[in-house]
């Protein structure tokens, strides 16, 4: 997939229709002579990013809503009250799931914390973090690096809570093989085909489609059909869809069965899954 260097002119050209907090340039952002530079997005439901990179490191911050973010690690589901950590040059693609407000503050390369991860990781975002991101992007873009706003952001570095959550993920797939058979569960997630079905598929026996997995992902056929299942189910969880609903839509009989799996896979239960981020975003507003 190509890769694009981010701008604000390259949104408009492939006409992404974004919505805008204040006046922005993403490439004016990498270089803005400050340590710290930040910029506050909102995106309708169903917007698709593209590929690309920042020159600075990115703590991305989905304040409200869910957002889907594409990689070489993987393709991961970020809850609201979360926030990814992408470091500099590190390609990417970010989509939203429902309408997303976005929050980002791009953190010069010199200037990025010593615990700073090389790697994608998903981060928590405590109240005091929130109410500090939330301050920085109030802040003139040039900021006075001798005042109050400045040490507001030394603050804010400092607070950066670097405890990788785990996120709902599908690792990259290199196979074509393997790469047919997740474009077709991900378009039809209720399929419940067995792995003898899709070996014969695929024109490959079961134990080389068994063998293909467990190089490819470190997961059992049944384990990795699970992760996919509740990685189709986050987005219908996001809008509010009825348990029954959205199991049956993943191939699921009962909502039970359904409920069993999700909590398997997350350590949650479905109607628990995005509750704590939105008791504590609750807590962060007047």
């Known amino acids: ?30 270089t803005v002579p400050r340590p710290v530079s930040a910029m506050a997005k909102d995106y309708p439901a169903g917007y698709a990013g593209y590929m690309h990179f920042h020159t600075r490191a990115q703590f991305l911050y989905a304040a409200s809503g869910s957002m889907k973010i594409q990689s070489a690690a993987g393709c991961w589901i970020i809850p609201p009250q979360r926030a990814v ?37 998903m981060l928590s975002v405590p109240a005091l973090m929130h109410a500090l991101v939330m301050r920085v992007i109030e802040m003139p873009h040039e900021y006075d690096e001798d005042g109050q706003d400045a040490r507001i952001v030394e603050v804010m570095l400092g607070e950066i809570d670097w405890t990788a959550l785990d996120p709902v993920k599908l690792p990259p797939l ?57 990685f189709a189910a986050l987005p219908l969880l996001a809008e509010g869809r009825p348990i029954a609903e959205i199991a049956d839509a993943v191939g699921y009989e009962t909502a039970w069965s359904f409920t069993a799996m999700f909590k398997r896979v997350t350590g949650k239960l479905p109607s628990r899954y995005f509750e704590a981020t939105q008791d504590s975003r609750q807590t962060q507003r007047p």
């Open 174 to 230: 290199r196979d074509p093989r393997l790469q047919k058979m997740e474009d077709r569960l991900t378009k039809a997630p209720h399929d419940r085909s067995t792995l003898e079905t899709w070996a014969k598929r695929l024109k490959v026996s079961p134990r080389t489609l068994t063998r293909l997995l467990e190089r490819e992902t470190h997961l059992s056929f049944q384990m990795w059909c699970d992760q996919l299942r509740t």
């Open 1 to 30: 997939m190509k890769r694009r260097r981010c701008s604000a002119q390259a949104a408009i050209a492939y006409g992404y229709p974004v919505m805008k907090k204040r006046s922005i340039d993403h490439e004016y952002l990498q």
């Open 85 to 121: 950590w992408l470091p500099p040059r590190y390609p990417h693609q970010t989509s939203s799931i429902g309408e997303l407000e976005m929050r980002t503050i791009y953190i010069r390369e010199d200037a990025c914390p010593a615990q700073a991860p090389r790697e994608p990781v």
